[in-house]
């Protein structure tokens, strides 16, 4: 074992030329590496010559490292003594993770006081993170308060001893139609990360889908999940397809992950200024800047959200992917990311290799005005109630409510997801933090249920929800209107399939 | 008689063991009844060792204590020199009832300015009971912001030097088209309670209904009340179905109450975060929690209004309930809580056994986002107007102004009930603060009635309101479209009846 | 003539028993005169034994003293060394009228600037008689707001180098079309009043309505007005006719006024808040309280709109009240307050006799919740357009810009006019404010014409406003339904003619 | 070369009968011109017997001086050492152009944060030009908000590597479909004025329209354009025609202007009010007013946007402008200020005369509630789509976004202009702040093209937005009624042509 090395020799090391850091005490030599870095070279750079630990922790599961270097890469340790004390980043002021005192989970009532307390406990990275979405907010705002503007109808004289808040997905049980969708960097959050948010769903019997950028990796996510606890697991499909497929065969060996879910709504990033403006790259000569999936230069910054898209494939279609994407895996794909009636139909004309859809507008960080999920879910209703029959559809974004969960399933998703609420959860009391979340949700769901007079998920109807406000904004320009829906799906069929 | 009984040794038996209070200066020994306390273990063991009278008095007819508890329970009376001090009880941050100084009711101009008085003096406890509504609060601001939406048509030339408000419901003469819904605890806001409201309604020849969980016996409430005045009774059928009927066998003994009026609005608690907040539960093991109708836990703590639905049965039905109730009372049946048309048309087949209804959405306190009974009347008009010929339709939830009071008749309604006002009412200035919110509401209908051009009640119709803004958003989906009315009748009744 | 008497000695007559007044000078006893004091007895008991000059003269035409009380009722004139120094009124927290130093008028660019002028300088009381509107101000709002759901539809290529601002009401030319409503009290707001708006009307050569209850007489409002200036006159009818029949008989003599205008839309007074919150009647004993026109008792104050209501006939029929007005007066009748389709149409059935109407919810002072005159006029538009053909119509109500003018003009009105901008001109700066208040409307207007592309304003159409927001929410219940308007039409004659 | 003139000699000079003022270091007489001065003579005697440099530089192309007045006016070089220190001057408190401290504009995110910055940096009197929109800027607050109501319908698997920015407007290729609305004195932002915004449109593919009103002369501002910048040139026709026609022969000779834009949307100037606060004209005695096109005297003062207006001519008409002006230009004619399909159907009936045409509410700041430009598109599109094949359409007006951008193009927008947005840029960073102007808006809409799967923007089409919100408010009154089309369109061009 080489002797340990002085930080001061690292520090020399901080260019393009020749660029050191250190990583859990070990001191390496990255200069080579920087090139193919995901992120982009410039948030490597800013950090070379120095300990990068506190980076690169919450962003990178375990193993990243050993994939990605080579051993001669590492020089040695480095030497402990020689490291200057650690000082607040400048670039992060919020407190730091957990230093903030707890309050009792018992003690929130809803989740926006879970969100409330997480915001006072995050990182100003991780906050801005998670909170952010596309330009102006308008699709995350429209997500919640299109709920607001659907009326419940309950009914009387139902017997409402019993509630059973049961769904199933794909087939699989679950014991409550809540599922935590597909979100990345929980441990920005909190130490526990995906891990820790797998184990509160297995309490409550919450499908959760595991992020493609997750902080942890999949076998340490489902690691002893039991065996009724059901995984999905997200893939964005990378420009090295290579890398995609090596990652499919390690799900397929996953036998806890019950299907793939391919994410769509999000082939390029949205701008989410916010993240931006806690940006962690700095950079004063743009030698090295971040590009797009287009090739395009990143400007005004770029926060966590735009390295994520580092490396993703902009390129994907029904006739491409789809095939491909089934010789990599045996296991059930479904859809992420369905905005319009038009590609509801379409993957369902794709059943049964597609077997279920995700309405969602990616938590308003995509397109910003795009619909929310609630207006996907009612222009199916009008234009092809039939793919209802052919796949398993749920929607997320904008769940603040028990209210909520049930006008969603009223309309005809078998099950909705949260994934902001579950971060928050995470990073208000970690664990126990995402239980209260569910056990929250579960309680409001079974009040809202036992109020309309449905004993089970099943029951629940369009009788039991008056959506005239929001029907009467959804879509009905070309390709939408009732009268054409025949000849329109033949057309879409003819041009895309 | 025993010999008095020091605190200090009362306060000894705090435990669910051994656990003594003191009530109305005598010492109970309650362990035995601690597993059936309605309201729960915790709530009492909370008290344990204690002087329990302020917490106890106020919720609590006379002859509970006597009911529940045997003589032997009864251990002696306290020696008072022994008790501590009162302290100002943590819990409960608010103003003591009545310590702030008075105003003139004649001062307060209107519904608004009185519950702002009613606010300054009431205790927190009280005030977050009376203020507080399920979730966001979204139906209880719905209930009132729908009045503001329809116009009213002031027809000119029209004689207006008369003006008679009164109306009639179940054949009974009302002077006024104004009555109080059954509300909770009025003792909470004025020692006067539940039978101070009763003074006001007499004077002003209003209908009051008796809540379920009055804090005062109906045999109190009626008391001497002149011929002409007109009482229902509010029944929450209790899992324990013995108790509901020796208290209808009273009731059937009180010619004053002229009728029976189940409520169906809340057969599981909404979730009241104000209330709450304010909660009146606090317990570090969670050995003994509170659960809800369906026996599941009650988490989050739970103000007073899940307490009150300890033991409340949530098992009601048409064919069931409906017999069994008419078996135990000669007297006439209404029904409270219908918030579609679909259950006021299942009412209308159930005439003559049912004489009302009263469309409710309990205030916005139990399903948030249930729709306003404008909503229902308004629904009620479209589907199946023949409902107002079979029987006296009335409602409550966010009357203000007296303009309300004559949009609801203008509908169809044959009067109105205010809740929170007439406790407000009774919180600002007791038996006076009652009489004023019916003053004000009285004059303003007046007022309302001349300026349309109306003399009696009977004259106000559809002609007098405009509702596009209302009607453009009440439900049309299956079950309430115009052309199947006939064939979803049908259905409705042999799935229901 | 008698000697000076001394305020001591005034002092002790200030009961009901005793009434000594000290008015412009003199002493008065107005003992016997009590009980027929049209603002109620208690105002002047609440002034008795004092100087009521202050309180009496703003609101009181001279001529009324002599008229009310005679020769003997005056003792003698007040020693004025013996008056005590005048002290700033409790009741009226405002600052004196014209104590605030000016701006120049010019400085103001538009009406809000005016109110905001004016509110600096008016008393507490006058403001809140002007300002002041029915219960939650609701239907005062609407009345401006629904002008900015209107949207213009400029035309180009349009020569506009001209712009003829002229329009015609009752075959009179006026140069503008605007036109001053009927608003009581003006000396409230500037010593000049009534004859100063009329100055500033002649500048302007815009119409003025004298109200009823003017602070000034007939007579000398009218002075030397030249021969194109073009009055109207209001009348509320007296329940003592002959009152009402004198006022008639002495306006048939001035030939400024053009026409008689009977306001309809008040029978009875909204509930004025702000008004009552500013009372100027303060009674500790309420054995002679105000009482409203079907002889109730006004509780809770009641400000100056109530008192002004004192006498007034609520009885008025179509058939009663309209043969008895053409027998006491030559001139052209209109009726005001118009807020229905339906009584528009009755209306035009009675052409001739009824030459006018103008459509006004008495700027939202009585009704609250009425409709915005915008509507009547689309109702108007929609059932009953000829309407249009057979009498002169124009509106009043929320009139805020030049653009909310020309679109009342568009919609049919033949001129609008406005009521409080006017006093709230005068109370900013007497003629020179009310001037103001014309200038920039006028110039407005000429703005509006001119992007619209219309010299005159009997070009203004339909064509030039998009009404899509108005339209969708006016009436069209029973009685206004397109298909049933000739049917509707003969009940209503049958009905009430 | 004459000798020095004394700063005390020349304050002499401060009247109409002697008004002499101090130019880039010369002496003028101007008194023989101060009758025919545009603005008007008074904003010339304000100055009289001062430096005039710093108010006269921003808003006089170079070359004003030499064409208004002859050498003989030239009195000779003022002594600099007799002038008085500057001093801040009363009229205009924001702070002098630059003299705040710059930040990156990298650093600025989206286009509200350029105008936030801009805002620090100019003076009063320029943000005032700039910021007013006309009365209550409803139209300006509407021409933004009405995007926000439009949703758009991303679809999925659609390949986005790549995206195609590029449009055409008369033939004419653009880099991206964003192009600089004609708006004047743009160097009350920065020195660098006109040209400045035509280097960063030159970087960015950008077309640019020159105002009739800029600060430097066409000359200057398209001086070195390579053959493939686009410049179109404003014109407002002058009373005195000679001078237009002069204007339009020296634009003949520029070939970087591809066409002559005739503006339409503001032959009288509008109310702008926050314009008129910080007005340049304060003027004791009126003698000598401004008067509007209309001959009508400007009260209230007049700030920049009003005097700008001196010597327009409100006398335009299709019959007569149109040929005058194709007789004295060879370019391409498109009209400006179309806010009617009508308009936009007669400007069709032109073609090929007119090639083009600019919908546009000028920005709000002409006639206030005047439709923004979206509803002109959706009009056209409902009513007489056949326009988008005889004519390119354009649109300006409230664009904030690069969905903006997208949801203009989906409409049948072959490009967006933007006017302030530009302005600010140029404010708030010279070049680099336009320059950073259009990178955010090319990035985002590129973002937005991307999300929704179109590559070229003529794949943008009306299945990509779902515009319910905002077509349920465009105009369907009379002309413009589907089934009347064919015959309003008759009388139309029988009425017009």
Known sequence: MSKPIDAAEVAKHNTKESC??????????????????????????????????????????????????????????????????????????????????????????????????????????GWAYYYSAADDLHSKHLNNSIYRSILLRPRIFMDCSKCDTSTTFLGHNLRIPIFVSPAAMARLAHPDGEWGIAQACKKFGAMQMISNNASMTPEQIVKNAPPDQIFGWQLYVQIDKRKSEDMLARINELDAIKFVCLTLDAPTPGKREEDERAKNIVDKDNSSILKDAGGHELKGGGGIGQSLFFGMDPTLTWSKTLPWLAEHTHKPIILKGLQTHEDAYLASQHAPRVKGIILSNHGGRAADTAPPSVHTLLEIRKYCPEVFDKLDVVVDGGIKRGTDVVKALCLGAKAVGIGRAALFGLGAGGIEGVERVLEILRDETMTAMRLLGAEKVGELGLRHVNTRVAERDIYDGPGGMDGLQGAVKGLLIKAKL
Chains 1, 2, 3, 4 share one sequence.
């Open 20 to 125: 050191w850091v250190i990583l859990y005490g070990s001191v390496w030599d990255v200069t080579d590496f920087l090139p193919s870095h995901p992120g982009g070279s410039n948030i490597v750079l800013k950090l070379a010559g120095k300990d990068a630990t506190e980076e690169y922790d919450p962003i990178h599961p375990p193993g990243t490292l050993e994939e990605s270097l080579s051993e001669e890469a590492r020089l040695g340790p480095i030497d402990p003594k020689t490291l200057p004390e650690p000082v607040q980043s400048a670039k992060d002021v919020g407190p730091e993770p957990n230093s903030v005192a707890s309050v009792p989970m018992s003690s929130l009532l809803n989740l926006d006081e879970i969100e409330a307390a997480a915001t006072k406990k995050l990182s100003r990275k």
